[in-house]
T-cell receptor, first 110, second 115 residues
Framework: QKEVEQNSGPLSVPEGAIASLNCTYS??????FFWYRQYSGKSPELIMF????GDKEDGRFTAQLNKASQYVSLLIRDSQPSDSATYLC??????????FGAGTRLFVKA | ETGVTQTPRHLVMGMTNKKSLKCEQH?????MYWYKQSAKKPLELMFV???????ENNSVPSRFSPECPNSSHLFLHLHTLQPEDSALYLC??????????????FGPGTRLLVL
């Protein structure tokens, strides 16, 4: 059974701090990795896509991928209350099959 | 507003009813997906269609029947559902397969309650 694991949280950080969200996956052959954000009562929306080992930065967001350790993370710098949401890690295991983690709830305190 | 629309947004049905969920994407994508999202559980992939052909069926019970008449429209026909089928049903689309072309764009979902 291919799995994607995330700490369910909630992760609580003060405004302006760095939020660190982690994800591990079981299928070593996975090639594409996604972070989605889901606000309460809304549908998921893409935050970051990464496929190479290392870091990828986009504004306040940095995705980090380590395929040897089967680990992908998302850092949010200068966290804002508007970043409070559930963050879903998603891993493509081949073809169109993308497996989602259960998500980490992030709460940014003003 | 998202380029993927879903109707109805809310649905209450009895276990003997037959109903259909509709999804339409206006993004020019080739692949469309159905997911089930239950509280405290990961998104569960149900079906994937690429160019109208089904490419994934994730061992979904036969009381869920998908239909994809073209690359822009996707239906989920429901019959004799069980209360445990109550969930949010999300439709998504992606350009194609491979790298960031797999980025999925989600519709707002249909909140289903089976009584």
């Amino acid at each position: 059974q291919k799995e994607v694991e995330q700490n369910s949280g909630p992760l609580s950080v003060p405004e302006g701090a760095i939020a660190s969200l982690n994800c591990t996956y079981s299928d070593r052959g996975s090639q594409s990795f996604f972070w989605y954000r889901q606000y309460s009562g809304k549908s998921p929306e893409l935050i970051m896509f990464i496929y190479s080992n290392g870091d990828k930065e986009d504004g306040r967001f940095t995705a980090q991928l380590n395929k040897a350790s089967q680990y992908v993370s998302l850092l949010i710098r200068d966290s804002q209350p508007s970043d409070s949401a559930t963050y879903l890690c998603a891993v493509n295991t081949g073809g169109f099959k993308t497996i989602f983690g259960a998500g980490t709830r992030l709460f940014v305190k003003a | 507003e998202t380029g993927v629309t879903q109707t109805p947004r809310h649905l209450v049905m009895g276990m003997t009813n037959k109903k259909s969920l509709k999804c339409e994407q206006h993004l020019g994508h080739n692949a469309m997906y159905w997911y089930k999202q239950s509280a405290k559980k990961p998104l569960e992939l149900m079906f994937v269609y690429n160019f109208k052909e089904q490419t994934e069926n994730n061992s979904v019970p036969s009381r869920f029947s998908p239909e994809c008449p073209n690359s822009s429209h996707l239906f989920l026909h429901l019959h004799t559902l069980q209360p445990e089928d109550s969930a949010l049903y999300l439709c998504a689309s992606s350009q194609d397969r491979g790298g960031d072309r797999l980025t999925q764009y989600f519709g707002p979902g249909t909140r289903l309650l089976v009584l």
